[in-house]
């Protein structure tokens, strides 16, 4: 905040009072709201924000008159939209803000929470029950199972290596993730380029289009539950980040600590992956972006980065269903925007980390 | 009364190359006590051993007669703090975020920092005088001023003994003193301190008890008059060391003696 004021001298004294940047912190969380409710309503059949929300009111209030004949906009907003909305929304907030405790815990800006291997796992389980079976469900669970399996297999790799267990953690993190492409690239190269191939490619590059209300339960019990955990650790991820040294004069147990944060974000970033697909740049882009907002203190930067994500990826997921006449993978989006999008922060924000 | 005792403590990073070879140091309450030696003399590995971060891998360390490394990390953290060598985190948290870290042993699992906190960390800043710096990023401040944020977080963190690794380092004369005019008020007050130090006269000026260490091993311990002498400090620096004597100021001061008399 302090470096977009520095860029943008109006800013200035609109940023500097305390309050101010508690009303911009409150405006960060509460956005997802009207964003939603305006989302819901773009598409072919366009529906009015007042429409959504008595819609989304009765649906939620059980209180829809089923007898009183067909309802387009009640059906579309429950049944098609909302869904997509939801997982749009759980799965942008989850990689996002799993993006900012890895960056947190590894001390560094660059890294996210696919660094460990799990989108690579996740991706070739997923393509795996697409060349087998290729039935949805069993899609979801074996990409799930894979994701877990890579950090898994980076962790204890990782342990048998006697030296600098971070940076070794990460460097078998890149490589088990690596392994996993190619295994995926062979299940690739193996699939029927008519069908199963299509099918792995689309997959790779995301999209919710499949999304049906039955996935949305799961998704958001565990995203609640890691982000609850995360919110919760929201005070020693500042003090993590300071190095290992420094958490254990301040009393903290930095191995453990670290090992619950992992295994909660991979858990989340398994889900996510395992319902809409390889979804890159939002873990990396929207925790910088959070930080030029609110600052680097977790405290702020947690539940910001989780209210972002999840704007974020609904405006690129609504942008991918409505913009062309054809749906563009989500994948394709979020890095046409991400990327610029990240160059133009780390303008703004030149300090800060080096 | 012994707050905080090391026994024949040994340390190495590589087998065979020890850092520490039995070294014993106890810190009773209220003392300022100075650690002195050439650079990899072992000062920071003795701090880290004595703060309860670095296990030794002989002898044993024991506050107030228990095992420091039997004591669970938050009540330990409560009790003995360490202020490391000033050192640029990843991401620009502001002054008084790095002071606030100071309170970390004293929050619940998953609390965070309240008002009560808030006072306890407002008057750590004013005390090392960076009040005017406190909303500032610390990665931007100059190496000095970072050294009074680290500081700051070890006295915001409130433990019965400080270890201080080369406080002064980075600081100019006017904090130095500063920060060393805290240090003895505050060892007035049932804190003691452990100050690795590379200047001698500073110890004769705050130190209660200086502890000089050569190659691991500690080669002088006892009050400063009587260990910072020219023959212990020449020994322990591998460098002719002069004593010079101020009847007027009733002081002394240790200087570097040049090879050609100079």
Not at chain 1, 144 to 163: D, E, K, Q, T
Request: hydrophobic content about 50%; some cysteine; proline content about 6%.
């Amino acid at each position: 905040m302090r470096a977009l004021s520095r860029r943008l001298p109006g800013a200035r004294v609109w940023i500097h009072s305390e309050r101010r940047q508690a009303a911009l912190y409150l405006l960060i969380l509460l956005l997802p709201l009207p964003v939603a409710v305006y989302c819901i309503g773009l598409g072919r059949y366009a529906i009015s924000p007042e429409e959504v929300v008595r819609a989304l009111l009765d649906f939620a209030l059980g209180r829809h008159d089923a007898s009183a004949g067909p309802d387009i906009a009640y059906n579309l907003v429950t049944r098609v939209r909302l869904p997509r909305i939801a997982a749009a929304m759980l799965i942008g907030a989850n990689l996002a803000v799993t993006g900012a405790t890895f960056q947190g815990i590894f001390r560094n800006p660059l890294v996210d929470s696919n660094i460990l291997g799990v989108t690579s796992g996740a991706g070739f389980g997923a393509a795996l029950m697409l060349l087998l079976v290729g039935d949805a469900l069993e899609v979801q669970v074996s990409s799930f199972f894979f994701g877990l399996i890579a950090v898994m297999l980076a962790y204890f790799v990782s342990r048998l290596y006697h030296s600098a267990p971070l940076l070794v953690l990460t460097l078998v993190g890149i490589l088990i993730g690596s392994f996993f492409s190619s295994l995926t690239s062979l299940l690739k190269y193996v699939a029927d380029p008519l069908d199963t191939l299509p099918a792995i490619t689309y997959w790779l590059m995301g999209g919710l289009t499949d999304v049906t209300l039955d996935d949305i339960p799961a998704l958001a019990a565990i995203s609640l539950l890691g982000m609850v955990v995360l919110w919760g650790v929201r005070w020693r991820l500042n003090v993590l980040s300071m190095g290992d040294n420094e958490a254990l004069a301040l009393g903290l147990n930095p191995a453990r600590l670290k090992l619950l944060i992992i295994v909660c974000s991979t858990l989340m970033t398994a889900m996510a992956v395992s319902v809409g697909g390889v979804i890159g740049w939002v873990g990396l882009v929207i925790p910088h972006a959070a930080r030029t907002l609110v600052g680097p203190d977790h405290q702020r930067l947690i539940p910001a980065t989780m209210a972002l994500g999840a704007v974020f990826l609904l405006l690129i997921d609504t942008m991918s269903r409505t913009l062309l006449p054809a749906e563009v993978p989500l994948g394709v989006f979020t890095g046409v925007v991400g990327v610029p999008l990240l160059l133009v922060i780390l303008r703004v924000n030149r300090t800060g980390w080096r | 009364m012994t707050l905080l005792e090391a026994r024949s403590v040994s340390y190495s990073y590589i087998p065979q190359q020890t850092v520490l070879s039995n070294v014993s140091l106890t810190v009773p309450d209220r003392s300022v006590i100075y650690l002195l030696g050439h650079n990899g003399c072992g000062k920071t590995t003795l701090l880290e051993i004595l703060s309860g971060i670095r296990p030794p891998q002989a002898g044993t360390v024991r506050l107030n007669g228990h095992d420091l490394y039997h004591i669970p990390s938050a009540r330990r953290a409560q009790r003995v703090g360490l202020v490391p060598q000033m050192h640029l985190p990843v991401f620009a948290y502001t002054v008084r975020d790095v002071v606030m870290m100071g309170r970390t042993p004293h929050l619940r699992l998953f609390g965070t920092p309240g008002t009560h906190d808030r006072a306890i960390v407002d008057a750590a800043i004013e005390q090392v005088g960076l009040a005017a710096l406190c909303n500032r990023p610390y990665t931007e401040l100059s190496g000095g001023e970072r050294q009074l944020t680290l500081i700051a977080r070890g006295l915001a963190q409130q433990t019965e003994v400080l270890l201080l690794d080369e406080p002064a380092a980075h600081l100019d004369p006017r904090n130095q003193h500063r920060v060393l005019e805290t240090v003895s008020q505050l060892a007035g007050q049932n804190v003691s301190f452990v100050i690795s130090s590379h200047n001698p006269n500073s110890a004769l000026l705050y130190a209660h008890h200086v502890v000089v260490m050569k190659a691991g091993r500690i080669v002088a311990d006892g009050r400063p008059a009587e260990v910072l002498t020219e023959s212990v400090l020449s020994a322990a620096y591998e460098m002719p060391v002069e004593v010079i004597y101020s009847e007027k100021n009733a002081a002394r001061a240790i200087m570097p003696r040049r090879a050609n008399g100079g």
